[in-house]
């Protein structure tokens, strides 16, 4: 692991002259302002598939800014409030030299997986810096002080392409201060998992990096050949968030049925055709993927089940 953000001075300036230093118009919606959910989850296993037609395609429109696409299949302007741990997943793009002004947040956590190009990270409440390079997964917490950050592609020859994860951090005591931090790419192990599968275990055991958050066990990139199949467990008490990236996957859930994954949709070509979230009860289970008609990539985060699995409007 190596990538600590630097601390800079003081006087460093709330703003940058930049054009796209501008604030999000749009604040944060506490997830505690939405109906009340359901009673506990079930003691069953079950399977959550959120096709694309249910996802938010945020623009310059929420952000009051361009160069700044945000796919979200879970979060506060979508049906799916929160899935497991996870108050918002965005699959994001940022144009080449774009991206968000400052703007302030507190209390959350922020994984940044970089999938394409780079961001620049700036706190300017706290004095922080960093740099998220292509493979790398950054941790951003908020603290409860909180942070007033921007994010920007800081490229001006590609566009930048990040899987965002936001949720609260559980350590005790609670996090004061914000920091950043990051699992650089080549520090990430790599493993053949199966016949024709590559995973990059970016959280989990052979990884030194973690998340503020028990809940978050593992964070997982596959890349599979075409027709390979990937078994899945999920422990009992479990669930795992399956966020196809790249070609068709064929999921088999046994008796929760079969679903195709695509790993680009047509409605929101930024983003996967569809999201599937697996739940484990009081018995373990194993699910299938296959690649299906060639190469597919998949990311795969796996969590415990604590209280609510779903959070709806």
């Known amino acids: 692991m190596n990538g600590r953000g630097s601390r800079m001075s003081s006087g460093h300036p709330l703003t940058a002259s930049s054009a796209n230093e501008q604030v999000n118009p749009q604040p944060e919606r506490a997830v505690q302002s939405l109906p009340t959910p359901p009673a506990a989850h079930p003691a069953a296993g079950g399977l959550l598939v959120i096709p694309d037609g249910a996802f938010h395609r945020l623009t310059e429109r929420e952000f009051g800014m361009p160069g700044l696409v945000a796919i979200e299949p879970v979060g506060p302007f979508v049906e799916h409030v929160a899935v497991g741990p996870f108050l918002t997943i965005h699959d994001s793009t940022l144009a080449p030299g774009l991206g968000i002004g400052h703007h302030p947040h507190r209390g959350n956590e922020r994984l940044f997986y970089i999938l394409r190009g780079e961001i620049q990270h700036d706190d300017a409440l706290n004095g ?186």
């Open 128 to 313: 922080i810096t960093g740099v998220m390079g292509e493979g790398d997964l950054a941790r951003l917490t908020e603290g409860r002080r909180g942070m007033i950050h921007r994010e920007w592609n800081g490229r001006d020859d590609i566009t930048t392409h990040a899987f965002i994860l936001v949720f609260t951090p559980d350590v005790d005591p609670p996090i004061e201060l914000a920091s950043f931090d990051a699992l650089r790419a080549a520090d990430a192990p790599r493993v053949a998992e199966a016949p024709g599968v590559e995973t990059i275990e970016l959280i989990g055991g052979r990884s030194t990096f973690r998340a503020s958050s028990s809940a978050i066990e593992h964070f997982l990139d596959s890349t599979l050949d075409g027709g390979a199949t990937l078994e899945v467990g999920v422990a009992a008490g479990r669930g795992v968030l399956l966020y196809p990236l790249a070609g068709l996957l064929h999921l088999d859930a046994g008796p929760d049925g079969v679903s195709d994954l695509p790993g680009r949709s047509e409605r929101h070509p930024e983003g996967p055709g569809a999201v599937a979230v697996v739940f484990a009860g009081a018995e373990p289970r194993t699910v299938t993927l296959r690649a299906a008609g060639g190469p597919a990539r998949i990311l795969r985060v796996g969590f415990e089940r604590r209280g609510h699995d779903v959070l709806v409007r």
